[in-house]
């Protein structure tokens, strides 16, 4: 019993810690909007470009770093280094008036946020058995979504309640130093008893059990062609994060003229739709399906990605106008990405990398999603400069239509397993 309260109690800090970070995450892009319509404060477009290529380029490399590191030190250690480095760049960020200094700290914000999901993957890995392990990765991706979402909505409500943006900002830091001290409080916590990374019940049951699979027998899964279409799908779906977070709510205001407050919480709104997806869709329906017919879900979630972005990218076609259903659409996109963009890549990395290389693979999907977004960043603020949103729309059709590889990858698998089956029949 106080092994399994343990274990809830960590969930619940892994829950509140991954929905804190997300916080964190947009809380720059959220009121991007208003920093840019701030006199006192210059900061050019071609500066945003600049910072955003940066910000792709430093989550680059905490997914390196992470993905090297995590497994080794253990991801408790890496969520209170994460949370320092949080508390520290939120203050900052919300009393410098360089933008040398402003682009620093969103920097250092971006690499704390980057090495946040392979931390919680790696704890899951290693403190859960391999049944309960989908319920918990689905439990900390609707605290991801959720958080951005709720990120997004805050800082809205507050630009429109007339706060500054540096006003705006300020709540996050002391949130994020409460969630240091928590973290700081469970790793010490752990390491007196001994189980960093695992419970004392599993570690007692690892004694019997068989090792776990080295790293160089993990990575022969790289040669393989699921492998490859499980990872390109995911790495070109990352940009739909990036659109949402940092694109959504300025497409929002030059393409259908809401103030900047009101563009900011739709775009929280619409993100929102990704938790349902993950909460409903994610929880009470995919996990409890079969692989095949798991694989048939995400084909069709991924076809309304494509038919939406490519409905709004050529919206100056259609023979009626599009506005009153922009929301609503972004809403349904929002909620159809998220589970392929998370679920089937995390039980595909937490398989091959068990308990040795979990979080390596973890963050190698993402360090392959954020050299995408390095690039994408750039182009599409370069191609949306003049509020024109038509050619990045159109890219992210096109990545709708390669992301069809995810569910193939899946029902490859499927065949594969129901051949291993009745061979072993």
Known sequence: LAARTMVDVASLLLFSAVLVNQVGRVMVPSVMTSILADEAFVLSVDARKDMLAGVSAVCLLGKVLGGLITDAVGGWTLLV????????????????????????????????????????????????????R???????ASASRFGASLGSMFFGRLLKAGLHWRQALMPTGIVQALLAVLCTLTL??????????????????????????????AWAHVATIDFWLMFIPKIVIFTYTQFFMNFLAPYLHSSFGYSHG???????????????GLLVIGDRVYKKMSLDRQAALVFFLVLVCLLISALLAFSA?????????????LFVWGLAYALPFYLPPGEFALRIGGKTAAALFTNLFDAGGFTVSFFWNRWATKSSKD??????????????LISLGMPWCMYRQYRSAEAAAKKAA
Do not use: H
């Open 317 to 329: 076609a259609l023979p009626f106008d599009i506005s009153p259903l922009a929301v609503p659409l």
């Open 188 to 217: 010490f916590a752990r390491r007196g008893a001994g189980k960093e990374s695992g419970t004392a019940a599993q570690i007692d049951a690892s004694k019997a059990a068989p090792p776990p699979p080295s790293r160089s027998a």
């Open 262 to 276: 009101d563009a900011t919480t739709l775009a929280g709104l619409c993100s929102g739709g990704s938790v349902i």
């Open 387 to 400: 509020g024109d949103f038509a050619a990045v729309l159109q890219t992210l059709s096109l990545f709708a």
């Open 134 to 140: 989908p319920a918990q990765l689905t439990r900390i």
């Open 81 to 132: 280094a994460v949370f320092i480095c949080f508390t520290a760049s939120s203050f900052v960020l919300t009393t410098t008036t360089s933008v040398a200094t402003f682009g620093a700290m969103w920097w250092l914000n971006s690499l704390a946020y980057t090495v946040t999901w392979g931390a919680a993957c790696q704890i899951i890995g290693a403190s859960y058995e391999v049944s309960e």
